[in-house]
C-alpha cells in the first residue's frame, strides 16, 4: 500500500458563502467514508490565521519560510491505498466534495513509516 497526500490550495476553493455548510459536509462524509474503507490516514485545512515560522537545528524560531517557497494553505488529506489509480478516484471524489479539482502526490516508500 501507498500513501498519497491529495491536496488543493484555498485560492481554488471558491464557494460562495451560503453553499460552504454543504460543502463542508460534503468533504466530511467523503472523509468517514474513507475512515469507513480503512484508507484514511490524516487530513484536515492549514490555519492560515498562524504564521508559518521556521525552526534550525540549534532551536532558534524565526519568522520566515523557505526563500522562494510559497505559503502552504489549504487542504490536505493523505489515504494509504493499493494504486495510483485508487488515488485518483479518492481525488475524484474529494474534487467533487470540495467543488475544485485536486493534486495527487505519492510518498515514497518508507519502510519506517
Not at 481525488?91 to 513509516?113: G, H, L, M, N, T
Request: net charge negative; with cysteine.
Amino acid at each position: 500500500m501507498t500513501k498519497y497526500l491529495i491536496s488543493f490550495p484555498s485560492e481554488a476553493m471558491v464557494v460562495p458563502e451560503e453553499e460552504f455548510e454543504a460543502v463542508v459536509e460534503a468533504s466530511h462524509a467523503v472523509i468517514d467514508e474513507a475512515k469507513a474503507a480503512g484508507v484514511y490516514v490524516f487530513g484536515g485545512g492549514i490555519d492560515e490565521g498562524v504564521a508559518p515560522v521556521l525552526v534550525a537545528g540549534d532551536g532558534t524560531v524565526t519568522e520566515e519560510i523557505y526563500p522562494g517557497h510559497l505559503v502552504p494553505n489549504g487542504g490536505y488529506t493523505v489515504l494509504e491505498l493499493p494504486s495510483r489509480e485508487a488515488a485518483l478516484e479518492w481525488a475524484a471524489k474529494i474534487a467533487v466534495a470540495c467543488r475544485c479539482p485536486q493534486e495527487v502526490r505519492q510518498f515514497a516508500y518508507d519502510p519506517a513509516s
